[in-house]
């Protein structure tokens, strides 16, 4: 396991998605998983960054944690900020457009979609939010 500890400054986005995009590329994840491991963790990264710590600034912790076989990816997202669940929302409706959606909820959502595992813990003064991404043979056989 590695482990990023820096400001959670929305200015700090970059770090953290090549933190997580060069680790889970080295495991051997494909185009695609990638893709969907950044948009999680720019998601995931943003909400802490303008929420958690709101009006004040403070730090965030991101750890990787990966296995070759099965291939898979663990990443935490941890922060001292307010308590927070984001999976107590609900999802959007099925059928309803877009564009009738509310503000917000809309990127945990994909991050529940694009993710095998996602859950939240609130221990020992901290927000973890915690996301699992299994390598698909039959995502990356349909390029």
Known sequence: ????????????????IDFVIDFAEKLGFDKKELFQLKLCTEEIFVNVSSYAYKPDTGMITV???GCESPLTVTLSFIDSGKPFDPLAKP????????SLAKKGGLGIFLTKRFMDEVSYAYQDGKNVLTIKKNHSQAESTHE
Do not use: F, Y
């Not at 999802?91 to 877009?98: G, M, Q, S, T, V």
């Open 1 to 16: 396991m590695i482990s990023i500890e820096i400001p959670a400054e929305k200015t700090r986005l970059n770090e953290v």
């Open 63 to 65: 750890t990787a944690d």
């Open 91 to 98: 999802d959007p409706e099925k059928n309803r457009p877009l």
